[in-house]
């Protein structure tokens, strides 16, 4: 026997439990389907288990898609102070941290319990934990979607399954091949927000530095973090280095890999810096432990064959000195991979999709939200801030 919704939504995570609370508020009968026998582990685990919910400043810069104009709508429609109000009408504590990040002061789990609570406020159907097996439309234009637990019809169906980052809570490709079998085009989904590998060479002399955390400027293509970079036993991590992990990855997507470029003295002008200790004694990487970790400074030094004192050396290495402290240049060799990553880059081609409502342009009642779609923030709340701004705009249009 067939069960029929207005409309069903298949994740509940952050996009999908947003949007079937406000479409079912409006009136509309409404069911989330879900794989995972614990709901929104993504949120659970975010932000050190206090979810770094949004943003005190939102807008399409802090953004990557091959259409950097598409989000704009769906934001501007419902922002970060949407999204806030909603958070202190249900009594839940947060704080702000640096550069705009909203945590929660107790736990992740309010906000798991909040979107619970809208949903149950719109009397919101569940049919969870169950597998989604075949989804079909119909000659009449509703949709099929069959699960090991009984077959649903409906005539809206939203894809809120997010994207292939940490797999181990259950992220799969089924939003991608539902977007394929009804010949939506995908941009290649990639492993986002996540820490980078570097070559064997540079790897052997970094590696026993696991745990040296420094701040730089990083950069790569057309983006630029300051926040602080960590060395691992595989590569290199830390803030700055998950950001610019996104651009290097959409440049290697795009057929033009380009280095990422650390300024390791964020502070200080480096050409100015290696004059003042021009007729230093002491060894570069001593000097540098002045300004950097310690330990990273002697090995910088070191790795370069630089560790000697600076008047010791001509002005051309001092030249070459300068340039690689504050321009250092890395070509990683690739990326931790998804189980690593926090995000994903690409999904579903918005060109295929309204920017107004989420809804797929040549497929009348089907719609994708949140990370399914090539639209992927900037580390510190931007994609949680899209899972909510793009799941409203789908609800309100139910």
């Not at 879900?34 to 288990?49: F, M, N, P, V, Y």
Request: net charge neutral; with cysteine.
């Amino acid at each position: 026997m067939k069960r029929s919704y207005d409309a069903l939504v298949i994740g509940a995570g952050a996009a999908g439990m947003m949007c079937a609370a406000r479409a079912a508020q409006r009136g509309r009968r409404v069911l989330i389907v879900d794989h995972a026998t614990s709901l929104a582990e993504k949120i659970r685990i975010s932000g050190g288990g206090r979810c770094n919910f949004t943003n005190r400043t939102v807008n399409a810069s802090h953004f990557l898609s091959q259409n950097p104009h598409f989000c704009r709508s769906a934001l501007a429609r419902y922002g970060a102070q949407h999204f806030v109000s909603l958070v202190e009408r249900h009594g839940i504590r947060y704080h702000e941290k640096t550069l705009g990040q909203l945590f929660c002061d107790d736990s992740s789990q309010q906000i798991i319990d909040m979107l619970l609570s809208e949903c149950s406020d719109g009397q919101v159907d569940w049919a969870a934990p169950v597998k989604v097996e075949v989804v079909s439309r119909e000659a009449d234009g509703r949709f099929i979607v069959r699960t090991d637990h009984g077959q649903f019809d409906t005539g809206a169906l939203v894809v809120a399954t997010g994207g292939l980052s940490i797999p181990k809570i259950g992220a799969t490709d089924l939003g991608y091949r539902i977007a394929r079998q009804f010949a939506l085009p995908v941009v290649a989904p990639r492993p986002a927000l996540v820490p980078l590998t570097l070559d064997s060479e540079t790897l052997a002399a970094l590696a026993p530095l696991a745990g040296a955390a420094f701040d730089v400027v990083a950069s790569c293509a057309d983006g630029e973090f300051r926040e602080r970079a960590l060395v691992t036993h595989r590569g290199l991590s830390g803030p700055a280095i998950l950001q610019i992990s996104s651009y290097w990855q959409r440049a290697c997507g795009d057929g033009r890999p380009e280095p990422v470029r650390l300024n390791l003295l964020p502070d200080h002008d480096a050409a100015a810096w290696v004059a003042q200790h021009a007729d230093s004694n002491a060894l570069l990487g001593n000097l540098l432990g002045e300004v950097l970790p310690n330990r990273f400074a002697k090995a910088w030094a070191e790795l370069h064959g630089w560790n000697t004192p600076l008047r010791q050396t001509s002005a051309k290495t001092r030249q070459a000195i300068a340039e690689a402290l504050g321009n250092w240049s890395l070509a990683p060799s690739g990326t931790q991979g998804f189980s690593k990553a926090e995000v994903t880059l690409g999904g579903v081609d918005t060109r295929a999709l309204s920017s107004k409502t989420m809804a797929a342009l040549k497929v009348p009642g089907l719609y994708f939200i949140g990370e399914v779609v090539d639209v992927t923030g900037h580390l510190g709340g931007y994609n949680f801030q899209w899972a909510w701004s793009s799941a409203v705009a789908a609800g309100e249009a139910l």
